[in-house]
């Protein structure tokens, strides 16, 4: 039997905004602990909530940017638990009422386009951090003591979650990289999962391959990265499909990953159904974001990525296209003129490797520096991609410096390297042309990297077979 | 001399401002009170050293700077807030100055203040008897000369109710006119700061002080208009709705009903139009919809007394454990049943059933209000079924002790404003007086409570103190 996984996602994005969610505590990370506290952060007597507008404002945003519809009356609840990276003992969230629902974000991939189902966006605070002291591990159980950091408590949180569309882990992997190009050029987030300011969890069930039955499906979570998510989803997949194909049953159950290290394995927990006895949060009133406020958003959106994605692939590949977007260099590649291919590939990867910032380009100069990039040693046009960036760059000087390739030039090199080698020169005739590349490192070193590799492969073939049969 | 069981406040603020008393010289006056009768009244959890201005007792959950605040639990002794309250500040900012903190049933939960944590307070009128609750050590402390004026706290009754039971003049606003930012939260749908005082004109003077919108606060509002301090003797134009289930409610004592009818007839006299008029389905499904609210309300806001970041912390060998430790011994019994009583109502597969249709009934009671208030400018009822009763003689009857409120609980689920004038004595007792408006009406009940008040000539001060 063909089995196909199942894949949904839940997606926490941090909001940069400059203050908590519900008080005037500045959202600093890189300060003392507990330097960024106040009596609503900490949940002291008395005090309350009291929403950002500006999180309220890029929430609508992001909801717009994914096609929801924005409620006209959303509502924040208390979601009840203890636990002491919750000061409250409740976390502000919503909860049946969300700010955006019902969205979609389109993912370019090579098989055509697939669309991911958006079930809704929301506002949230985040916790505390926990730090436990003197178990395994770093977990609460057989702590010894456990020290709490509320600098995060209180800092605004949007949880995505999507319907159960994905495919493949490889598409999940595009729709995260997607989105989260989405918020970052949104202005909303920085999105980086090292700091913790985008996380996310995986639903993964499988089933027969056309069939459109919801099987158990287990989660997984703190995946720590893109790549680390896809095999950690490709792993449970095989794993569930072994279980069904020995005759089992997938059982739920949370797979939580540890943050620190890829390698170890993931602990298992079965869900509990915990009960967070939801109400209406009665110390806030409802978000009604008047019609005038979304329209005024709605025009202040950038032209997404998906969007450019789809309009990048017509001239390259998906893949390409994809990686310009969410590299964020796709806005050079536009403006670097020559071949749109040889433009994409080269700002992927020589230019990619150089860290320099694209924004500091001028597009014309790298255009003439990637035109000629083949008659430029390889050395040079690195050290050329490098500059790139300088603001007084002209190509001019590296072109100048181009390849030799003048046969009259290499030819005499080329004589004196073979001479050299001659039990080399026996086995490449013996059959080990493999051997091609030993010598074209010599004339490259000789040359100090100024031969056109072209030019010196085509002499050396010659040259070899040419003296085989003239024996 | 300063008599401070007669000294409004402001008679108060008159002599200070003519020169004839200064502050410091009001603080020792009530403070000499306080050391002469509190031992036996127990109004004050505790007092302090602030002359700076005209004084004031708060309930002990109106959070202050520097000054501990107990909420009446133990789970909070020796918390001290590091903010104050809003309405505390706004009381600094309009000339007042703090004498005391008042002992008040654990978390406002109670009708009697028997359920303080740091024993109860006794009813000026008869210290064998209670001063009503949860804001009885503010109630008593005004009845009992120990404060020119309080703040008190109304969830369910608990400023009307004790104000009644003491004989003086007790204001539940209209939800969301009064800051709640800085307030030890009980149910916060249903909190309300109000004034607690010996005159309606003082009563007026002290929610000016304190009412409007506070950005700290998402639920205020802006007044609608002005809080004017009341003048006018008669009611003329006035029209006095009698809802009859409010009257005729069942455990009404036959003084109490004698009180009130003869209050009607002064409205009345006064000029007003009196009619009967009808709350069936607010009066009986009022206080089994308030018992299912606030509980699931205090439920989650009495969940932070964890033992985590201040107040009482018991050790146990885990987390779970502290937990357990620190809130058993922190918490009293009604607490600890409201919280088992709230979060069973807010559990999955109970909500719909509980929390959800408690919520529809309120939309009800407010519409029947609402359809009320297009006859009648005010409503009226007694305040309490019954005078103060004696100590311990609820304590061990939880639900004979909610039917205290069975007549204010009612416009409180709707969020309106309920005013509370004493109205004459039975059996030696007070008794009080309930007026009801729409919401922001509060300066309908103030003129109406001022008028009535004249015309009545009760006497605040305590038979036995005078």
Redesign the interface.
């Given at each position: 039997m063909n089995w196909e996984p199942v894949i949904g996602l839940e997606i926490h994005v941090h909001l940069k905004t400059r203050t908590k969610m519900f008080c005037r505590c500045e959202v600093e990370y890189s300060v003392p602990e507990n330097s960024r506290t106040c009596?609503v952060c900490?949940?002291?007597?008395?005090?309350?909530?009291?929403?950002n507008r500006k999180a309220v404002e890029w929430t609508v945003k992001l909801g717009l940017a994914l096609g929801c519809r924005i409620a006209e009356h959303a509502v924040f609840h208390?979601k009840?638990y203890?636990y002491?990276d919750n000061?409250?003992?409740?976390q502000i969230s919503q909860y049946d009422q969300p700010m955006c629902v019902d969205g979609r974000l389109v993912v370019p991939g090579s098989e055509g386009e697939s669309e991911v189902g958006i079930v809704r966006a929301h506002l949230e605070e985040d916790a505390a951090k926990n730090v436990h002291l003197g178990s395994a591990q770093g977990r609460?159980?057989g702590?010894s003591a456990?020290l709490?950091d509320f600098n995060r408590a209180g800092t605004p949180l949007v949880e995505i979650v999507t319907r159960p569309d994905l495919r493949s882990s490889e598409e999940a992997r595009r729709f995260l990289q997607l989105l989260r190009q989405t918020v970052v050029e949104l202005g909303i987030s920085d999105a980086e999962m090292e700091k913790g300011s985008l996380r996310f969890d995986v639903n993964v069930s499988v089933r027969p391959s056309g069939s459109d039955e919801l099987r158990t499906r287990t989660e997984l979570k703190n995946l720590n990265s893109f790549a680390f998510a896809a095999r950690a989803i490709e792993r449970e997949v095989e794993r569930q499909v072994g279980i069904y194909e020995s005759g089992g049953e997938v059982e739920q159950e949370t797979l939580h990953f540890d943050p620190g290290s890829e390698s170890a394995p993931p602990l298992r927990s079965k869900e509990e159904?915990q009960?967070y006895?939801?109400?209406p949060e009665?110390?806030?009133?409802p978000i009604e974001p008047p019609p005038e406020l979304i329209e005024r958003l709605r025009g202040e959106l950038p032209e997404l990525p998906g969007a450019r994605m789809q309009r990048l692939a017509a001239e390259l590949d998906h893949d390409l296209a994809a990686d310009l977007v969410t590299s964020g260099r796709d806005a050079l590649y536009e403006r670097v003129p020559g071949d749109r291919r040889a433009v994409a590939n080269v700002l992927m990867n020589q230019f990619a490797a150089s860290g320099v910032d694209s924004a500091a380009v001028n597009p014309d100069e790298l255009g003439k520096l990637i035109e000629a990039r083949s008659r430029i040693p390889r050395d040079r046009l690195i050290e050329a991609l490098a500059a790139s960036g300088e603001p007084d760059f002209t190509a001019e000087g590296y072109l100048a410096d181009g390849l030799v390739a003048d046969t009259s030039e290499l030819e005499p090199i080329v004589d004196r390297i073979l001479e050299a080698n001659p039990g080399q020169v026996e086995a490449y005739r013996g059959g080990k042309e493999g051997l091609l590349g030993f010598f074209v490192g010599q004339v490259m070193r000789e040359t100090q990297g100024k031969a056109d590799p072209q030019v010196v492969n085509e002499l050396l073939r010659a040259k070899l077979t040419g003296y085989a049969s003239g024996l | 001399m300063i008599d401070t069981l007669r000294l409004t406040a402001e008679e108060a603020f008159r002599l200070v401002e003519r020169g004839e008393v200064s502050t410091a010289e009001l603080h020792a006056a009530y403070l000499a009170a306080i050391a002469e009768r509190d031992d036996e009244l127990h109004a004050y959890l505790r007092t302090v050293d602030d002359p700076q201005g005209i004084p004031i007792a708060f309930k002990d959950?109106v959070?202050t700077r520097g000054v501990e605040?107990t909420?009446g639990s133990r789970i909070?002794a020796g918390?001290k807030?590091?903010?104050d309250?809003t309405v505390a500040t706004r009381c600094r900012e309009s000339g007042m100055s703090l004498l005391g903190k008042t002992n008040m049933d654990e978390f406002a939960m109670g009708s009697s203040t028997e359920n303080s944590g740091f024993g109860p307070t006794k009813n000026p009128w008869d210290p064998e008897r209670v001063p009503g609750g949860s804001s009885g050590g503010s109630a008593a402390a005004v009845a009992g000369g120990l404060a020119p004026w309080a703040l008190g706290s109304d969830t369910g009754g608990s400023v009307k109710q004790p104000a009644s039971l003491c004989g003086i003049v007790g204001l539940r606003p209209t939800y969301g006119t009064v800051s709640?930012?800085?307030?030890?939260?009980f149910?916060?749908?249903l909190d309300q700061i109000g004034p607690m005082t010996k005159t309606v004109r003082d009563n007026a003077l002290l929610y000016r002080a304190i009412a409007g919108r506070d950005?700290?606060?998402?639920?205020t509002v802006e007044l609608p208009e002005a809080v004017q301090v009341p003048d006018a003797l008669d009611l003329k134009g006035l029209r006095v709705g009698v809802p009859k289930e409010l009257n005729e409610a069942e455990g009404i004592e036959p003084g109490v009903n004698e009180a009130a009818d003869r209050t009607i007839e002064l409205c009345r006299e006064l000029g007003a139009e009196v009619g009967e008029t009808s709350l069936p389905r607010s009066v009986e499904f009022g206080l089994a919809c308030y018992y299912l609210v606030a509980p699931?309300?205090a439920?989650?806001n009495l969940?932070?007394y964890?033992g985590?970041?201040?107040g009482l912390r018991v050790e146990g060998a885990?987390?779970?454990e502290m937990?357990e430790k620190t809130r058993d011994a922190g918490f009293g019994d009604e607490p600890k049943r409201r919280i088992m009583l709230g979060?069973y109502a807010?559990?999955?597969g109970y909500?719909d059933a509980y929390?959800g249709q408690a919520q529809k009934v309120r939309t009800v009671i407010a519409q029947e209000h609402a359809a009320a208030f297009e006859s009648f400018d005010v409503l009226v009822s007694p305040t309490s079924p019954t005078v103060a009763f004696r100590l311990g003689e609820k304590a061990e009857n939880p639900l004979a002790m909610y039917l205290s409120d069975v007549l204010t609980i009612p416009s409180n689920m709707a969020g309106l404003p309920g005013l509370s004038i004493p109205c004459g004595l039975s059996e030696g007792l007070p008794v009080g007086f309930q007026l009801i408006g729409p919401q922001f009406s509060e300066n309908v009940l103030f003129r109406t409570g001022h008028a009535l008040e004249r015309a009545i000539g009760f006497d605040v001060v305590p038979g036995r103190l005078r």
């Open positions: 009596p900490l949940a002291y007597p008395g005090s309350l909530p009291v929403p208390r009840n203890f002491p000061p409250k003992a409740y609460i159980a702590a456990t709490v159904a009960d006895r939801y109400f009665p110390d806030l009133v | 959950l959070s605040t909420a909070l918390y807030p590091v903010f309250a709640r930012y800085g307030i030890v939260a149910a916060s749908s950005p700290m606060d998402s639920t699931a309300e439920s989650s969940a932070r964890d985590v970041r201040y885990d987390v779970r937990y979060a807010l559990s999955a909500y929390y």
